[in-house]
């Protein structure tokens, strides 16, 4: 498989579940994003991985908790959502990150994100 | 702060040109981006712009930007049906790497 995959596609969940968003890329690329899309909003950035370190939390509420074993895999832990929460959550990866390094390091690939629903 | 304007809908006919327009604030970006979003997937990089340039074509998309007025803007020429979709412009700025800010995406839909 190639590029960068995330499952499960969709999810329904209840304010008091706790589940897990997976992404993988197989690119070779060294950082790995979380982003939430909302309609009518901007894409927010949540969380930033280089080389399997954290170096952007956006302010996220911890009800939402990454996880980056390595390089290639990227999870998202949910626990006591609000029905705010609810939207297409999209991961993406790049080569590089913080270089500057124009589009060729600094492209972000995307996933076809998770469409959560929090009832 | 960063802040990335765009318009929430477009409609065209076929054949018809289409322009999208993006507004930004922060006088420092690198790069400005056109990420394009099909239904039911990610953003997929369409074309980018580097600051000091204020035009690129490729083959139906032309960007312009207009550095003093921080307006970019993504023309698609002859749209077809399968250009329907939504449209992000992002930007990096100078000491944030490769931090994209996004706008909120134009939804543009092709009329036949």
Known sequence: ????????RHLVMGMTNKKS???EQHLGHNAMYWYKQSAKKPLELMFVYNFKEQTENNS??????????NSSHL???LHTLQPEDSALYLCASSQGYGLAGGPGVDEQFFG???????? | GEDVEQSLFLSVREGDSSVINCTYTDSSSTYLYWYKQEPGAGLQLLTYIFSNMDMKQDQRLTVLLNKKDKHLSLRIADTQTGDSAIYFCAESTT??????????????????
């Open chain 1, 60 to 69: 996220v509420p911890s009800r939402f908790s990454p996880e980056c074993p």
């Open chain 2, 95 to 112: 000491g944030g790497g490769n931090k994209l800010t996004f706008g909120t995406g134009t939804q543009l839909k092709v009329e036949l």
């Open chain 1, 21 to 23: 968003l997976k992404c």
């Open chain 1, 1 to 8: 498989e190639t590029g960068v995959t995330q499952t499960p």
């Open chain 1, 75 to 77: 999870f998202l832990h």
């Open chain 1, 112 to 119: 076809p994100g998770t469409r959560l629903t929090v009832l």
